[in-house]
């Protein structure tokens, strides 16, 4: 579980593992090569793992948040651009696809 806490946590911090390693900054309990044998570990069903840990989130932490009276919408962007502030060049203008 620590080692699935650490690479998620990792996601967020906008650093790789690699650069935590070189800068000593949040480096983690174990070796490296612990975090890629648990990527590579084929007893995990990765897809159905984020497929559960999605429907959780939505249902634990996104949905408390609407009324019977509101819609539900969710909107997932994996744009690999960065957002522009609004403005004359707005991002809206341009749509990742």
């Known amino acids: 579980m620590e080692i ?3 690479l998620f946590l990792l996601i967020f911090s906008n650093r790789s593992m690699y650069m935590n390693l070189i800068t000593r900054r949040n480096t983690p309990d174990f070796a490296k090569d612990t975090v890629y044998r648990f990527m ?3 007893q995990i069903n990765w897809i159905r793992f984020t497929t ?3 429907t959780r989130i939505i249902k634990d932490a996104i949905l408390p948040l609407n009324s019977e009276d509101r819609a539900n919408v969710l909107i ?3 744009c690999q651009t ?3 502030t609004a403005g004359a060049d707005s991002y809206y203008g341009e749509h990742c696809l």
Do not use: A, C, P, V
């Open 82 to 84: 960065e957002l522009q």
């Open 40 to 42: 590579k570990m084929i």
């Open 76 to 78: 997932i962007d994996d």
């Open 4 to 6: 699935f806490q650490y």
């Open 52 to 54: 559960i840990l999605s």
